[in-house]
Nanobody, 112 residues
Framework: EVHLVESGGGLVQPGASLRLSCAGS????????MAWVRQAPGEGPEWVSS????????NYADSVKGRFTISRDSAKNTVYLQMNSLKPEDTAVYYC?????WGQGTQVTVSS
């Protein structure tokens, strides 16, 4: 059974940083592209970033480009999202995604 478990969310002030982690199990993590998707209250899901199975070709939504960095450690079956210079509009539930699967999400709240 596939499991994706996110962690690292929290309540921070504008300008702060957070590092999200997503641990995968139940599938061959190293052969899949991975992504982060977020959903703000009252809005639909928004793709944030993705990374190839080999750790290359990171891509970012324009709204986070230059502030967020995606990475992965396939030896640990984990994908990360380093989020810097956080803004209130980054407030959302952040989900880790593999093809056909999402995790349960972790809440990120940016507020003064």
């Amino acid at each position: 059974e596939v499991h994706l478990v996110e962690s690292g969310g929290g309540l921070v002030q504008p300008g702060a940083s957070l590092r999200l982690s997503c641990a995968g199990s139940g599938f061959t993590f190293g052969v899949y592209d991975m992504a982060w998707v977020r959903q703000a209250p009252g809005e639909g899901p928004e793709w944030v970033s993705s990374i190839n199975s080999d750790g290359g070709s990171p891509n970012y939504a324009d709204s986070v480009k230059g502030r967020f960095t995606i990475s992965r450690d396939s030896a640990k079956n984990t994908v990360y999202l380093q989020m810097n210079s956080l803004k209130p509009e980054d407030t959302a539930v952040y989900y880790c995604a593999a093809p056909g699967y999402w995790g349960q999400g972790t809440q990120v709240t940016v507020s003064s």
